[in-house]
């Protein structure tokens, strides 16, 4: 029983850290090309999954099963014009339920979307989800 309750206290310090962390983030930048592309206002906060467990067994990574507590690889943002109109302009279809999102300066890969939403690396499910990859953006404080 006292596993469990600090095992749940443990999640709630991360959660905490993860909250603090954002909340002083001002801005994504893109990696290659340093523009601007997402202020805080347009992020899409959601609860922390149970890490590993969440997924189906077939996708469990087997060596980091045990680890319960992953902060999220990825920010989800709200649609954004220019990531609509992004779509638009290399030539996919309206009606197109998921794809990359691209810089509108460089051109460079930046994340994915899907209207029917895609579960976060730390087991969640975000619906509609656009996100963007922590590891092509540079966070501005």
Known sequence: MT?????????????????????????????KCRRTLISTENFVTHTQGSGQNAFSYKKRDNLYTSISKSSCSSYFVEPLDW??????????????????????KCNAKLGNYSWAGMQCSCGTWVTPSFAIHREKVDEVY
Do not use: Y
């Not at 609509?84 to 998921?98: I, M, P, T, V």
């Open 3 to 31: 596993d469990a309750k600090e095992e749940i206290e443990e999640l709630l310090e991360l959660k905490q850290e993860t909250t603090e962390t954002t909340s002083r983030l001002v801005a994504l930048k893109c990696k």
């Open 83 to 104: 990531i609509l109109r992004g779509k638009e302009q290399n030539d996919k279809e309206e009606g197109e339920l998921d794809g990359k999102i691209k810089c509108p």
